[in-house]
Nanobody
Framework: QVQLVESGGGLVQPGGSLRLSCAASGNIFVIRAMGWYRQAPGKQRELVATISSGGSINYRDSVKDRFTISRDNAKNTVYLQMNSLKPEDTAKYYC??????????????WGQGTQVTVSS
C-alpha cells in the first residue's frame, strides 16, 4: 500500500499564489506518473497536471502558464506551484500516483485532498 498526503491548500485572494505538496509513503517500489486533479462542488474531478517519472509534463489548458508541476524523486514528493489564481480554480485538489510493485503490479493511489479557495 502507498499513502499520499497533500498539504499547502488554503484561502487566497485572486491573483495570489499557493504551493501544494504531496508526499508518498508506505510500501514504495517504483512511482511512475504523479499528478494533481481537482474537483469543485457539483462538478466532475478533472486533471490539472501530470508529470512522468522521466519528467514529461502535461497541463490542462486553463492552468498553462500559471501552474507548475514538479517532483522530487528522492523524497517521493510532487509539487504544484499555483500562481495568478482565479476564483474558478477553487476546488479540492487531489494528488495521485501510478505505482508499480516489486511483483510488477500497477495501481493508482489517491490522497485525501486539500481545499483551495480563491476569493476576495
Amino acid at each position: 500500500q502507498v499513502q499520499l498526503v497533500e498539504s499547502g491548500g488554503g484561502l487566497v485572494q485572486p491573483g495570489g499564489s499557493l504551493r501544494l505538496s504531496c508526499a508518498a509513503s508506505g510500501n514504495i517500489f517504483v512511482i511512475r506518473a504523479m499528478g494533481w486533479y481537482r474537483q469543485a462542488p457539483g462538478k466532475q474531478r478533472e486533471l490539472v497536471a501530470t508529470i512522468s517519472s522521466g519528467g514529461s509534463i502535461n497541463y490542462r489548458d486553463s492552468v498553462k502558464d500559471r501552474f507548475t508541476i514538479s517532483r522530487d524523486n528522492a523524497k517521493n514528493t510532487v509539487y504544484l506551484q499555483m500562481n495568478s489564481l482565479k476564483p474558478e480554480d477553487t476546488a479540492k485538489y487531489y494528488c495521485n500516483t501510478d505505482h508499480q510493485s516489486s511483483r510488477g503490479f500497477r495501481a493508482t493511489y489517491w490522497g485525501q485532498g486539500t481545499q483551495v479557495t480563491v476569493s476576495s
